[in-house]
């Protein structure tokens, strides 16, 4: 069977993991496991990790991404600043919730034998004791996160699991949006992320798997490989 079509057998098994199950109780759940100190954490130890090649190694990339994601959150869930406005921590735990899925889908999807081992993450570059630090700090992870999509989506081979990640990236953007506008009402799609100028005029920017990881390489504890996915 081929790659391609195994990603498909599986996406399409277990896409009831989104449709049968609450946001609410499915986090719950996800969290509550991430929790169980009977659970082991492992990390990898290689000093450059491959994330694999193909749609595997595509959807272990994003599989880094959301892990990223879901452990900025809970940072700023676990130690909030003080100055953050009413109403806003809740903002944070929603969107801590909606990462949290997206990675244990990921995780799902993938299976044990594909999926990267749970990676450790470096958060000490970035001010998040402040609450302007912190949305500085939302609008880099997640204008990234957006960016990445939106670079990666010719590079996936099914169709089926193209769909999959097309349906995450617009949550993720609707995130960036969230952030931006927290920052300053009105901003949510600012020319920084979508040019009004030129020929991406209206298009919001994308980036490569490799410029992805540059620019979020302050963050990782070891070096990504992404030298085996496809680049067109």
Do not use: W
Not at 154 to 161: D, E, F, G, M
Request: hydrophobic share 45%; proline share 4%; with cysteine.
């Amino acid at each position: 069977m081929s790659d391609s079509a195994s990603f498909a057998d599986r996406v399409m098994r277990r896409r009831s993991f989104f449709r049968v199950a609450g946001a609410t109780a499915v986090t719950s759940a996800l969290v509550l496991a991430g929790c169980d100190t009977n659970t082991p954490t492992p990390v990898a130890t290689d000093p450059v990790l491959s994330l694999g090649s193909g749609d595997t190694g595509i959807m272990n990339y994003a599989y880094l991404l959301e892990q990223l994601e879901a452990a900025f959150y809970q940072k700023i869930i676990d130690t909030p600043p003080s100055d953050l406005r009413t109403g806003e921590l809740a903002y944070f735990i929603d969107l801590r919730d909606h990462e949290v899925i997206h990675r244990e889908f990921f995780k799902y999807v993938l299976g044990t034998t594909d999926a990267i081992q749970t990676q450790e993450f470096d958060f000490s570059t970035l001010t998040l004791t402040t609450r302007a630090g912190v949305l500085a700090a939302a609008k880099t992870i997640e204008d990234l996160g957006v960016a990445a999509y939106n670079g990666v989506g010719k590079l996936v081979a099914n169709t089926v699991v193209l769909t999959m990640l097309s349906k995450i990236s617009s949550v993720e953007a609707r995130h960036a949006a969230l952030i931006r506008d927290l920052q300053q009402p009105g901003a949510f799609a600012d020319t920084t992320v979508s040019p009004v100028s030129g020929d991406g005029a209206g298009l919001d920017l994308l980036l490569t798997p490799t410029q992805v990881l540059e620019a979020a390489k302050p963050f990782f504890k070891i070096t990504y490989s992404v030298a085996s996915l496809p680049t067109s």
